[in-house]
């Protein structure tokens, strides 16, 4: 039955398939074998796929003996006219020698040729073993007299796995890069990422040519949302120039997924912009890609050992079900490259993300081990769209929709949506270490210090690009005291400026302010630290922010304990009048509203209004195309010239950016 449905495949295509998909009977290995047959999954398993090296569907003696040509010497290829005929056929799409030679050239680079792990590329062993391996020999008479002296892998079964297993790309990353969800990485996979960029009818055509029967991924619809999870976690941005593109990405993705490396892979398809430039920079993206982004990888990377996969997710459901729970499942989902290895480091990690709500996954103001915790489980196992969702949403979920959640994991930042505002300095919608970088270089010296540094820490994204409005930018942070993260009174580039950059290169617990606490600092605690860095917009009665303790009461529109784009909705809502107003009530509150009317909501603004509050520019009247857009750019942190460009009416008294902070920053309720 596999040869009928695969007649290419040599016999020990069909043995592989067989053993490799056999159901583990949990019984002693000489009485099972390999195990129970499964004939279901034995045809759609992907059988040697990487050492196809004619291209041709099928692996045979025919790549063994290409490939010991190769190692003996390309004069085997040349020398013999006839060679190239014998071991190619009609369905051959690598059939000149120059192709094949450069596929066998990526399997070296890849270390695949290596297959005793001598640490060398012998034809007289690792040579001989693999042609002998796909003649069908194994054991014994494959390794006999074979085997380099200073081999590290000896055993006939080890080799024989080490062959079998493979892959153009890794493990992790081939869970990413399977489209179609075969079971293996190769250019079709390419050509149907290519088929997305150009949309629409390509990508139909792309789906009928470019699966088959062991694809579990068969239609349009569901290839097209798959490769769009993709590209909403940028993913699909190869070069790295900031955006995905069929004749730079597209193209990277499907030589590299043919076998094509060094600088044949990146030839005219590289981006002007592009910040991955090189071939190494480009595979290494390629085959060490993650489910979820760069930024978001420092987030869900609970144990720390730079990659996220389905142990992350149970470490994280474990936390959700108690510390007990967690302290099970330790061991079995932790390996020697990890960096987090104990209890309690796991244990505290995880609860840093729950302070900050990214363990709320749906949106329903609470973590569940039932609900988050499966979808995150699922999500790093490589389950998406509906499935991801199955049971296992909230009814009081605000995020329902399989693209909502796939977002929300895929982008997580280690500080909340609201401090993150605060936090993304070059304002490109992410936080990390180049943030740091540029407020460190503000502490240390000034508009001079942070001169030389802007250049190298922003990028295409970043929409604050000059030197003027990041140090404007960050000097409202400095005003509102947010830069002194240890709460000394003070900040420091070489106290506060090193916390906040190792925080955003994800650094927490002892190491975050190891050496780095002032004497005088009324926060002393890796928790206290990390908690007024992650909540910046949320703690507002305990921390000075962008508003004070009684600025607070003004501006918190809908009395949630925060300000931000939401209030500033309502404020220019009833600028428009009481009708707009009530228009705008269910859209911009929440269930920590504690004014959720349209009357408490209008009273309150009504009340700033008599008090002159609204009218921030001091022109005696309040306006939504001036007070009102000023209001809402301050709580989006836009400062300098950006607050105020365009809005300043012609007889305001207060007219300059300083005035306009100062004014919003210490208004208060009259008495």
């Excluded at 053993?19 to 290995?29: E, I, S, Y």
């Excluded at 020398?79 to 066998?104: C, H, M, P, Q, V």
């Excluded at 006939?156 to 153009?168: C, K, R, S, Y």
């Excluded at 590299?256 to 044949?264: C, E, H, M």
Aim: contains cysteine; hydrophobic residues 35%.
């Amino acid at each position: 039955m596999i040869k009928e449905k695969n007649p290419k495949w040599s016999p020990i295509q069909v043995k592989l398939a067989i053993k490799q998909t056999a159901l583990d009977l949990k019984v002693d290995k000489i009485e099972q074998g390999s195990g129970l047959v499964q004939a279901d999954k034995a045809i759609k398993y992907d059988s040697l796929g990487t050492w196809d090296v004619d291209q041709n569907n099928a692996v045979d003696k025919r790549d063994g003996d290409m490939i010991l040509a190769y190692m003996i010497g390309m004069s085997a290829f040349y020398n013999d006219s006839t060679f190239l005929n014998k071991n190619i056929d009609a369905d051959s799409k690598r059939k000149t020698y120059g192709d094949i030679e450069k596929y066998i050239d990526n399997l070296k680079n890849k270390g695949f040729l290596d297959v005793d792990n001598s640490g060398n590329i012998g034809a007289l062993s690792d040579g001989i073993m693999i042609a002998r391996y796909f003649r069908s020999m194994t054991g014994k008479t494959m390794t006999d007299g074979a085997i380099a002296l200073n081999a590290k892998r000896t055993d006939p079964l080890q080799i024989e796995q080490f062959i079998a297993n493979a892959q153009i790309v890794n493990s992790e990353a081939q869970k990413v890069w399977d489209i179609d969800l075969n079971s293996k990485v190769d250019q079709r996979d390419g050509t149907l990422i290519v088929g997305y960029m150009f949309g629409g009818s390509v990508l139909a055509y792309r789906v009928t040519t470019d699966t088959d029967i062991r694809s579990q991924r068969k239609t349009t619809s569901e290839i097209g949302d798959y490769i769009k999870s993709l590209d909403n976690a940028k993913l699909l941005d190869i070069d790295g120039d900031g955006k995905n593109s069929v004749f730079s990405d597209g193209i990277l993705l499907t030589r590299y997924f043919y076998g094509t490396s060094g600088n044949d892979l990146i030839y005219n398809a590289i981006s002007p912009t592009a910040t991955r430039k090189t071939p190494e920079q480009i595979e290494q993206f390629i085959n060490n890609i993650q489910p979820v982004n760069s930024e978001a990888l420092k987030v869900w990377d609970a144990d720390l050992n730079s990659k996220v996969d389905q142990r992350d997710g149970t470490l994280i459901a474990a936390y959700m079900f108690g510390e007990s729970t967690l302290s099970g499942q330790v061991s079995q989902n932790i390996g020697p490259d990890s960096q987090r290895k104990t209890v309690d480091d796991i244990f505290n990690y995880i609860n840093i993300l729950d302070k900050v709500k990214l363990l709320d996954v749906d949106g329903d103001g609470k973590n569940s081990a039932t609900s988050d915790g499966v979808m995150l489980a699922r999500y790093f196992t490589g389950i998406i769209r509906n499935s991801l969702i199955q049971d296992a949403i909230s009814p009081t979920a605000t995020r329902k929709t399989p693209e909502q959640i796939e977002l929300f994991i895929a982008n997580a930042q280690l500080v909340n949506s609201e401090a993150l505002k605060v936090w993304d300095v070059d304002l490109n919608s992410k936080v990390n270490q180049l943030d740091g970088a540029l407020i460190r270089a503000y502490m240390s010296g000034g508009k001079p210090t942070l001169s030389g540094q802007i250049s190298q820490n922003i990028g295409p994204d970043s929409q604050r690009k000059t030197v003027d409005d990041i140090f404007n930018y960050i000097n409202t942070l400095d005003k509102v005291k947010l830069l002194d993260v240890d709460g000394d009174g003070k900040n420091s580039a070489t106290g506060d400026g090193v916390i906040l950059t190792r925080y955003f290169k994800g650094i927490i617990g002892n190491g975050l302010i190891q050496d780095r606490i002032s004497p005088t600092a009324t926060r002393m605690t890796s928790e206290q630290v990390e908690q007024f860095i992650a909540n910046a917009q949320i703690l507002f009665y305990n921390n000075p922010q962008l508003v004070n303790s009684e600025s607070l009461k003004v501006w918190d529109i809908d009395l949630n304990g925060k300000v931000n784009q939401l209030d500033c909705t309502l404020i220019i809502a009833y600028m428009s009048g009481k009708s707009t107003l009530s228009g705008q009530i269910s859209q911009n509150t929440g269930p920590d509203s504690q004014r959720k009317t349209v009357d408490d909501i209008f009273n309150h603004i009504n009340i700033l209004d008599n008090a002159k509050l609204l009218d921030v520019d001091g022109d005696g009247k309040n306006s939504v195309t001036g007070d009102g857009f000023i209001i809402l750019r301050y709580f989006n942190g836009v400062t300098g010239n950006g607050l105020i460009q365009d809005v300043i009416s012609p007889t305001a008294t207060r007219t300059t950016p300083e005035q306009i902070i100062d004014f919003i920053y210490k208004a208060q309720i009259p008495i």
